[in-house]
């Protein structure tokens, strides 16, 4: 399987059609995955945490002051205890493991899979962010690289800015502001020159910060699915480009 970087999206991205569609071709041409297993930027916890395998615990409803149908949105999506037990035993031995039995899915992992696979019967395990260091989500990622030969479809669930405390103009279709264009454009750099150390060190070298994440934690499930790929220093395809609220939703998929 591969692995996929993806810039989520508020809830309601799910009603731009240009991000859907693009969002449905890209799932297209991914073999079925047996299982999916999200990191996403909505959940940090220490130590590694996963979170809940029944379908049964409600999702994670995690933003405020939208309209009710977004409240509404259910993702049944089986639940994945097999993955759990997998993802715990390659952990290493002496290093904590927690689970959170009342954590369900949030809206970086249920809103894209409403669109990647909607009919949810593939089983879904979402677990946290246990740091936000990049070279310590490499090693994450390193340790879940060999789900992908059992059929489990990695997906780091971001967005490649975020600055949302500076943006102007919330519309959908709000011309981007410099800053995000910039670091947009230094992203799209750095991957086709498979530049992981220019990545790992985003903070300090790229364009457009710290407007474009004035908190780290949407760029930071990349290094996870950086980690899991073959090679960490490819050129990955960049499957989605392009902005949503001046924000961009580069997103890209690794071998």
Same mark, same amino acid.
């Given at each position: =399987?591969?692995?996929?970087?993806?810039?989520?999206?508020? $809830?309601?991205?799910?009603?731009?059609?240009l991000?859907?569609?693009?969002?449905?071709?890209?799932?297209?041409?991914?073999?079925v995955?047996?299982?999916?297993?999200?990191?996403?930027?909505?959940?940090?916890?220490?130590?590694l945490t996963?979170?809940?395998t029944?379908?049964?615990? !409600?999702?994670?409803?995690?933003?405020?002051?939208?309209?009710?149908?977004?409240?509404?949105v259910?993702?049944?999506?089986?639940?994945? $205890?097999?993955?759990?037990?997998?993802?715990a035993?390659?952990?290493?031995? &002496?290093?904590?493991?927690?689970?959170?039995?009342?954590?369900?899915?949030d809206?970086?992992?249920?809103?894209?899979?409403?669109? =990647?696979? $909607?009919?949810?019967?593939?089983?879904?395990l979402?677990?946290?962010? !246990?740091?936000?260091d990049?070279?310590?989500?490499?090693?994450?990622?390193?340790?879940?690289?060999?789900?992908?030969?059992q059929?489990?479809?990695?997906i &780091?669930?971001? %967005?490649?800015t975020?600055?949302?405390? %500076?943006?102007?103009?919330p519309? !959908?279709?709000?011309?981007?502001?410099g800053?995000?264009?910039?670091?947009?454009?230094?992203?799209?750099?750095?991957?086709?020159?498979?530049?992981?150390?220019?990545?790992?060190?985003?903070?300090?070298?790229a !364009?457009?910060?710290p407007?474009?994440?004035?908190?780290?934690?949407?760029?930071s499930?990349? %290094?996870?699915?950086l &980690?899991a790929?073959?090679?960490?220093?490819?050129? $990955?395809?960049?499957?989605?480009?392009?902005?949503? =609220?001046?924000?961009?939703?580069?997103s890209?998929?690794?071998?």
């Open positions: =399987m591969p692995v996929l970087y993806l810039s989520h999206g508020a $809830p309601p991205l799910v009603d731009d059609d991000w859907v569609s693009q969002l449905k071709a890209w799932v297209a041409d991914i073999p995955p047996e299982a999916i297993l999200v990191v996403s930027a909505h959940w940090e916890s220490a130590p996963i979170g809940s029944t379908a049964d615990t !409600p999702l994670t409803y995690d933003f405020w002051g939208f309209p009710q149908h977004y409240y509404d259910r993702y049944d999506a089986p639940g994945a $205890p097999e993955l759990a037990a997998a993802v035993a390659l952990m290493p031995s &002496g290093e904590p493991v927690a689970h959170d039995p009342d954590r369900r899915l809206h970086g992992a249920y809103v894209p899979l409403t669109v =990647m696979y $909607p009919v949810a019967t593939i089983p879904v979402q677990i946290s962010l !246990p740091t936000l990049p070279q310590r989500l490499l090693q994450l990622g390193e340790r879940l690289r060999t789900l992908r030969e059929g489990v479809l990695l &780091g669930s971001g %967005f490649t975020h600055g949302l405390p %500076f943006l102007d103009d519309s !959908p279709d709000a011309t981007p502001p800053w995000s264009v910039e670091f947009d454009r230094w992203a799209a750099e750095r991957f086709a020159a498979g530049d992981l150390d220019a990545l790992i060190d985003f903070r300090h070298k !364009p457009g910060m407007y474009a994440h004035p908190t780290i934690e949407h760029f499930p990349l %290094f996870v699915a &980690g790929s073959a090679d960490p220093e490819q050129a $990955p395809r960049q499957v989605i480009d392009g902005y949503w =609220m001046g924000l961009a939703k580069r890209i998929e690794l071998v």
